[in-house]
């Protein structure tokens, strides 16, 4: 994989243009992963929805998106950015104008599986360009700051989508992301460049594809760090993009608006802690996994926390809780820090992609497994009790991740920083 090579000021320009456009594709796609709860009652009274029924539309944004993780990585490995994020980007166009116009159950889960597809592109391709066009001791804290501006897109999804289908109904909304879509894909292709001027691309080696894959799935590491994404993103996910909505609303009894509030909250957690985490492992404790282990410990317990929570509760106390969820669920970037710097540099796309799999497997398996949980439609839960099926095996999973992660090696990389800080 090319490296970062110091350059010009045009072309320290470019890079920053380049964290811009993609920053606004990979808002696009947080966007249409959480997009689901608010809408959730209009769309499950238009298109007649079961509760499992929306349980696999919410899904089938992952599933689509996880399917093109490992190809992708070969595809980033062999042709570059340029022209495959683009090229992967028109069919979210063409899904998010489907489900716009969704008639039916499966038209609807068509929909979103081809915007899982479209939207696979926009974070392992930008953190692949960040490695050539930013300097690699900087790539923890240029990713998160990428993962927490991109959060916005979440944001969005929240109270201004309440708002927004309120005024154009959950299909105009969507009319208007896609038009939003395309325009972003223009501004890829004018503005994203594989490497600066005057930097020579490595040369092709056209090996066996998954000579490099059946290495990366020998490492003991790949597997913990993956289980530890899926449990983390997956968890998070399920609620924030599916069941926040029934259970702040039936459980909880807030309304359409204070639910998008308590969805807000989160998402400015996560924002918040994207670039704290970052700097609190690049630059302060010098660690990958003592800032990791932590999260995924108290994410399992404010899960546990959500069942005890009554009916009825003040808004701004779920505020606050929400806001910390977002918090623990954040330190993602970390993880795709630490596997890249477990891994031999010439798999660290491989690497980073495949464990993007499991961060997008996560919310499909955790939203459809906790689905079965859930014995009860939608608007029939009454209590966070009705729930608890849902919060014990989310914390249990997180556990388990938690767990397995004490025996992975910190990364070599923020470790030789520590030690020589301290020398």
């Known amino acids: 994989m090319p490296m970062y090579s110091h350059s010009s000021n045009a072309s320290r320009g470019r890079a920053w243009a380049i964290f811009a456009v993609c920053t606004l594709g990979f808002n ?7 997009s689901i709860p608010v809408i959730s009652p209009d769309l499950s009274r238009d298109l007649n929805l079961t509760a499992s029924q929306l349980g696999d539309i919410s899904a089938a944004f992952f599933y689509g998106f996880a399917v093109c993780q ?27 104008g489907l489900f716009a116009t969704a008639t039916t159950p499966g038209m609807a889960v068509a ?6 597809v479209g939207m696979s592109c926009n974070l392992m391709g ?24 991109g959060a916005i897109g979440q944001l969005c999804a929240t109270t201004p989508l309440v708002f927004m289908s309120q005024a154009l109904g959950w299909r105009g909304s ?12 223009l501004a890829q292709v004018v503005i994203i460049r594989d490497r600066p001027a ?35 993103y997956g968890c998070t996910l399920a609620l924030l993009g599916l069941w926040g909505g029934p259970y702040l609303i039936y459980a909880l009894g807030l309304n359409q608006i204070q639910t998008g509030n308590a969805l807000l909250a989160a998402a400015l957690g996560a924002i918040a802690g994207m670039p704290f985490f970052g700097r609190l492992s690049d630059s302060v404790l010098r660690t990958r996994k003592w800032v990791v282990i932590p999260a995924l410990f108290g994410l399992m317990l404010l899960f546990l926390l959500l069942g005890f929570l009554p009916h009825g509760i003040t808004p701004w106390v779920m505020y606050v809780v929400m806001f910390v969820m977002g918090l623990a669920s954040s330190p993602g970037q970390l993880m795709y820090a630490h596997i890249r710097e477990l891994v031999p540099s010439h798999l660290s796309a491989r690497a980073m992609t495949g464990t993007n799999l499991f961060v997008m497997l996560g919310p499909a398996m955790v939203m459809q497994v906790s689905g079965l949980l859930v014995f009860i439609e939608p608007d029939a839960i009454t209590s966070a009790g009705d729930l608890w099926g849902v919060w014990l095996f989310m914390a249990a999973g997180l556990g388990l991740a938690g767990g397995a992660y004490l025996f992975l090696p910190d990364s070599q990389v923020v470790k030789k920083n520590r030690d020589s800080a301290g020398a």
Do not use: C, H
């Open 28 to 34: 696009l796609s947080m966007f249409f992963r959480v």
């Open 70 to 96: 490992i190809p992708l990585g070969m595809a980033l490995d062999r042709l570059g950015v340029r022209w495959v994020m683009p090229a992967v980007g028109l069919v979210a166009v063409i899904g998010a």
């Open 111 to 116: 929909a979103r599986a081809l915007m899982g």
């Open 126 to 149: 930008p953190l692949y360009l960040f490695t050539i066009w930013f300097p690699p001791a900087r790539f923890a804290t240029i990713a998160g700051l990428y993962m927490s501006l």
């Open 174 to 185: 969507f009319w208007l992301i896609t038009g939003l879509v395309l325009l972003q894909i």
């Open 198 to 232: 005057g930097m020579e691309p490595l040369p092709v080696v056209w090996e066996n594809p998954l000579k490099g894959m059946g290495r990366l799935i020998k490492m003991a590491s790949f597997w913990v760090i993956s289980l530890g994404q899926f449990f983390r």
